[in-house]
């Protein structure tokens, strides 16, 4: 299911039934939303599979014709997974899986796999981890039941003196994980906040978090901002995620930006804890941009949601940016001028309007800029790195002891190259 980047992508078929209560326009919002996310895993979406019925019956998700059908479609694209708008059950699953002849994610699985990918501290890992294996319980169940009559019968029964059964014993086991996770979990969440400042003093890098739902044009953002892949190849950038890269034009000090997953219009309610884990990036950032599709028709209610589990994860008083993206598919540009000032209204298709939030994002870290003059003893030379890194050396003068350098840079960042420098007893430093 993992792909890696120099395979070629995975075909697969967005798949849903539509039942009466779910209006055309949900129904398709919903689907634009599924082949968003099969992008976000990589897949290329190579078909789109429907059909109106009043309800699901408990083992066949679509209708027996149906499946003919599909089973046509897939040979005729090529196709190797099909991917359904729903969370089906596990037989669901099975019995579709088998009878199409490919493998079959669900909703649930298709974000699941997402967040997995996405998570980067221990804390969302352990987060996610526990929403996984909550979905795989009941699909393991299921696979012992096909595994033959004998573990049914022996799974069926209530009291048993003997022997476990194989799913029984993963059940159980799985039951242990989840407790042991979630005792991970209670354990650090007050680590949690201190590695945090750690890592941020560490990197001692001024960052960016792209937050907002899928769709919204938040990769497509990341790419402009931070220009050529080229930047890879730097040392730095190579032992970071993918999703977090330098703005491009480079800038003094170097500004990190990351995207995150994205909001989604579906979540399955399991997922909510998760998810939000994975915002965790945007708990690091010293600015997040807010970007919203100006042309969705549902946008403030958009808005809202995402300010609200911003709100609830802690990130309320990092500041932000309130970025109107697609502005030239659709939107108001002077109502949402009137109604969020200080926005942006842009479209990241336009190269001029890149430029200005690039702009905006660097005037933003230069308002917290001061200016300062730290000695630099020849004994700790090892900072000279980081102090280039972090500040613009506006003037630079040598004597027998060392290096006078008088630094432009962000208040925080010159406190902490003061705090480096007072630990080998100099410090000569003003604002
Ligand atoms: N017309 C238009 N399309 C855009 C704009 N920004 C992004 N898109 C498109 O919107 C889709 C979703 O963009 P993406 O960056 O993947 O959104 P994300 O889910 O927020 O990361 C892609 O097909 C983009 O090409 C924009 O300003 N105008
Ligand atoms: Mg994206």
Redesign the pocket.
């Known amino acids: 299911m993992m792909q890696d980047i120099d395979q070629k992508p995975k075909r697969a078929i967005v798949a849903a039934v539509q039942r009466p209560s779910v209006s055309d326009l949900e129904f398709e919002a919903s689907l634009t939303e599924l082949r ?1 996310l099969a ?2 895993l990589g897949f290329e979406v190579v078909g789109k599979f429907t059909q109106k019925r009043a309800g699901f019956d408990k083992t066949a998700y679509f209708g027996t014709g149906k499946r003919e059908e599909l089973k046509e479609q897939i040979l005729e694209n090529h196709a190797e997974i099909i991917l359904i708008d729903h969370e089906i059950s596990p037989s669901q699953a099975f019995n579709l899986g088998k009878e199409a002849g490919c493998e079959v994610m669900d909703r649930t699985m298709v974000i699941l796999e997402i967040f997995h990918r996405h998570a980067s501290s221990r804390f969302a890992r352990a987060q996610v981890e526990i929403a996984r294996l909550g979905y795989m319980a009941p699909r393991l169940r299921e696979a012992a039941k096909e595994a033959g009559p004998k573990d049914r019968g022996r799974s069926g029964t209530g009291g048993r003196s003997g022997g476990e059964s194989h799913g029984e014993l993963d059940r159980r086991k799985i039951r242990d994980r989840i407790a042991e996770l979630q005792e991970e979990l209670d354990g650090m969440a007050l680590e949690h906040k201190t590695q945090r400042a750690r890592r941020r003093e560490r990197e001692g890098l001024a960052r960016v978090a ?1 937050v ?12 402009a901002l931070t220009g050529s892949e080229a930047l890879v190849a730097d040392k730095l950038f190579a032992t970071l995620d993918t999703t977090v890269r330098a703005l491009h034009p480079e800038t003094v000090p170097r500004v990190l930006v990351s ?1 995150t997953v ?1 909001f989604i219009k579906n979540l399955p309610h399991g997922l909510v804890a998760s998810f939000k884990s994975t915002l965790d990036e945007a708990l690091e950032a010293s600015l997040l941009l807010h ?1 919203v ?1 100006a ?1 969705d028709a549902g946008f403030e209610r958009q808005l809202a949601v995402t300010e609200k589990v911003l709100a609830e994860i802690g990130a309320q008083d990092v500041p932000r940016l309130l970025v109107f ?5 659709g939107g108001d540009e002077a109502a949402l001028r009137a109604k969020y000032p200080g926005c942006i209204v ?5 190269e001029g ?1 890149v430029a200005r939030l690039h702009e905006a994002i660097v005037a933003f870290f230069q308002r917290r800029l001061v200016e300062a003059e730290l000695f630099l003893p020849w004994s700790a030379q090892k900072l000279r790195g980081q102090i280039f890194a972090t500040c613009t050396v506006l003037e630079e003068r040598a004597d027998a002891e060392g290096a006078f350098l008088r630094v432009r840079g962000e208040a925080e960042a010159v406190e902490r190259l003061r705090e480096q420098l007072g630990e080998t007893g100099t410090i000569r430093a003003r604002s």
């Open positions: 968003q992008k976000t792209l907002g739902y899928t769709n919204a044009g938040k990769s497509t953002l990341m790419r995207d994205g970007v599709d042309s993206n697609k502005i030239d598919r842009m479209s990241a298709k336009r309007d």
